[in-house]
């Protein structure tokens, strides 16, 4: 198990140089500087724009300017906005919780309905419920998250006007953020004066929904899909014949000796869709004007802001890195055969 | 046969079928076996006759899969083909027991020996706490596991092939069956450790007077150890009958044709090297005598018609010319 861990930490360090070489690539190529962006159709003068160059430390050679970079993020500085002159992070823990409850009611929403979908389908195999669930995940996998959420939107928020049409909260509510979760703020926010705040974790809930369900659908598609085929695999090992020898209930047969081997690969599935989640949070937040780091990535992807870009993608990348990492952990811990290796 | 004494187990023209119900593959088919308690019944046979399916059948592990017909299938007094998944439950897997072929992939690889053994246990017998561990201790030492009680908290990939079917072995036993069913139980392990396995399950029937019933290639073993040995042909027994009358004086030829492909005392092969062809498969059974296309004696009879089964003194033939045992003339 030990050396497992450090094999797994080993792959890291060339992960993290790959991902701050790309981004700060990449925004590089995007055509316009950080202060052509800023001045827009005003003209400033060469000298000028010089100046502001160098005070950025743009006028620098590339590789240079990579070097200092990485000597920043060594020192865990992560630079300041050349918008707001905020602290990269500071900014980042502020906007986080609100793309973190999306991204969690998005999964939860998908692994819930992914796995009892995916497990009664392989149960009942060639009926109407499996050709059902095959066709709807096979379209759901393949749907545009952009047209899918103004669909949901024209429906329920539209037409029906079952649920709000964007932002996390009713204005109306006087909720301090506190965690930065807003079910949990509107919660504590609603006991706390119950007169002025009266139905605001029910209208955070309402707002959550549609969001989390455009989010969570492409998850939601890979999970039922991945579920339904492990569970296929297992069911015909020779151990859930054994399990069936031995006189054991088909529930017994399905959730002790099937689920807990089938569920292994899912459960890797299930922590690679932390990559989807976040970069279908993007759109999905730009849709439903959330305000999360989504919708902070792509405000600052649009003034060529370098250290927001730079280092948010660096961040979100590091999350999807460690929910990677720590599925890998649990799935030794899942399978013996792993955790005991030498 | 001729005991008056009410079989543990009787099979009565036994059919299971795979496949479309237009297009249907017949994996066994009238199929007629008696098992009487204590008694040790040999199956032999090529690959694909269907020795398997046909105990996975009155286990009622085909479920969804095959369709089964019979006149009759009683185990104990109960009829096993009407009777409920709830009510089968309660006999199988603690009056009938059944160990497999592959050791290996048979036990979960997620769980420990111990709850495995301890599973069935809780199960069917309802123990818990202290007694339970003792009784899963007990029963690792009965199928001669060195170490138990560490071994209890062993997970099946650190066990070798021998161990694991010893283990499976205690999960068959735990609950003291009338009946286990020995599919190929040496099948995959070393040859040292064949005979190891073969002896421990000789050995424990003959302690506990519990029926057997030994699916096996090896004919050597078969014949030291088994009362009787029905040989399986394409989904029908060809010929049943006593040991060692069986193996002095074959009346089928397919029997003589298996005993002639083994040299004295090794083991058996998969394949026939004294007969042409192979078992035929699901598009190229013949009209007449499943083994007709193969046979040394067959007729033009034998290529129009099946035989059935015919009775003799000690046991029973599916062929029309059976051999007659020329030193008994
Ligand atoms: N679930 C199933 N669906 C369709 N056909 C099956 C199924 N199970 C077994 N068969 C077929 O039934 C036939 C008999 O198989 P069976 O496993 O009983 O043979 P066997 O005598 O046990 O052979 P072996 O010595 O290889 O174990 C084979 O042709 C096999 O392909
Ligand atoms: S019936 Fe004919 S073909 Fe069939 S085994 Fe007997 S002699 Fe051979
Ligand atoms: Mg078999």
């Known amino acids: 198990m030990f050396s497992f861990l450090l094999r797994r930490i080993g792959v890291l360090i060339p992960t993290f140089l790959g991902i701050t070489l790309l981004t700060f690539t990449l925004i590089r190529l995007i055509p316009g500087d950080p202060i052509e962006v800023m001045v827009g159709e005003r003209s400033l003068s060469p000298t000028l724009h010089a100046a502001a160059m160098k005070r950025l430390g743009l006028d620098q050679p590339i590789a240079t300017q990579y070097m200092n970079y990485l000597g920043q993020l060594l020192h865990g500085n992560l630079g300041t906005s050349l918008k707001t002159q905020e602290n990269v992070w500071v900014e980042f823990k502020t906007l986080f919780p609100a793309t973190l409850e999306l991204a969690l009611a998005a999964l939860a929403f998908a692994t819930i309905v992914g796995l009892l979908a995916g497990i009664i389908a392989a149960i009942k195999r060639g009926s109407i419920f499996d050709h059902g669930v095959m066709t709807i995940s096979l379209t759901g996998f393949s749907m545009p998250i952009f047209w899918w959420g103004l ?9 029906l006007g079952w649920t709000p049409v964007s932002g996390r909260l009713d204005l109306a509510f006087d909720v301090q953020p506190q965690t930065g979760f ?46 339904r085929s492990s569970m296929l695999e297992v069911l015909r090992e020779d151990y859930v014949r054994t399990a069936r020898a031995k006189g054991l209930s088909p529930a017994r047969v399905i959730f002790v000796h099937t689920l807990r081997n089938a569920l292994i690969p899912v459960l890797t599935v299930i922590g690679l869709q932390v990559g989807t989640l976040m970069g279908g949070a993007v759109l ?53 055969r792993i955790r005991h290796a030498k | ?96 027991a059944m160990i497999f072929q592959d050791p290996m992939t048979s036990l979960n690889p997620s769980y420990t020996v111990g709850y495995q053994i301890m599973e069935v246990l809780k199960v069917h017998q309802g123990l818990r706490g202290a007694a339970l561990q003792a009784r899963a201790l007990e029963l690792m030492e009965l199928v001669e596991i060195p170490a138990a009680k560490t071994r209890l908290h062993a997970y099946p990939h650190q066990l070798s092939g021998g161990m694991s079917q010893r283990v499976m072995i205690a999960v068959a036993l735990a609950c003291n069956p009338k009946l286990l069913i020995a599919d190929e139980p040496t099948t995959a392990l070393d040859v040292t450790i064949q005979a190891q396995i073969m002896d421990l399950l000789v050995n424990l029937q003959k302690e506990r007077n519990m029926a057997l019933i030994m699916i096996t290639h090896d004919l050597a073993v078969i014949s030291e150890v088994a009362h009787r040995v029905a040989v399986m042909y394409a989904g029908q027994v060809v010929e049943i009958g006593k040991v060692p009358n069986l193996f002095r ?36 059974r013949p009209k007449g005598c499943l083994l007709s296309p193969r046979c040394l004696y067959a007729t033009e009879h034998c290529h129009q018609e099946r035989p059935g089964m015919t009775q003799h003194d000690t046991g029973a033939v599916r062929c029309f010319y059976p051999l007659v045992d020329k030193e008994a003339v």
């Open chain 2, 249 to 284: 004086h074959p009346t089928h030829p397919y029997t003589e044709a298996l005993l002639a492909s083994i040299p004295e005392h090794s083991k058996g092969a998969r394949r026939l090297s004294t007969l042409p062809g192979i078992v035929p498969g699901q598009y190229d």
């Open chain 1, 151 to 159: 669909i949901l939107i024209m429906l329920f928020s539209v037409l």
């Open chain 2, 1 to 96: 046969m001729t005991t008056t004494q009410t079989p543990l187990l009787n099979i009565k023209n036994l059919s299971v079928e795979f496949g479309s119900v237009g297009n249907p593959f017949r994996a066994v088919e009238g199929l007629d076996l008696t098992v009487q308690q204590g008694e040790i019944v040999g199956i032999v046979g090529e690959s694909g006759s269907g020795k398997s399916v046909t105990m996975m059948a009155m286990m009622g592990l085909l479920e969804g899969q095959g369709r089964i017909v019979a006149d009759d299938l009683t185990f104990d007094g109960k009829n096993l083909l009407t009777i409920s998944g709830r009510d089968r439950r309660k006999i199988v897997g603690k009056d009938i």
């Open chain 1, 182 to 227: 807003m079910l949990i703020d509107a919660w504590r926010a609603e006991l706390a004066d119950p007169s002025l705040n009266a139905g605001a974790f029910k209208d955070a809930v309402k707002h959550l929904i549609l969001p989390a369900i455009v989010l969570g659908t492409i998850p939601l598609a890979v999970i039922a899909r991945m579920t």
């Open chain 1, 284 to 336: 999905t937040e730009t849709i439903f004007s959330w305000p999360g780091i989504g919708k902070w990535l792509i405000d600052a992807i649009g003034r060529r802001d370098y250290p927001v870009v730079q280092n948010g993608i660096l961040l979100v990348a590091s999350l999807v890195i460690l929910t990677n990492f720590i599925v890998d952990i649990l799935y030794g811990i899942a399978n013996p």
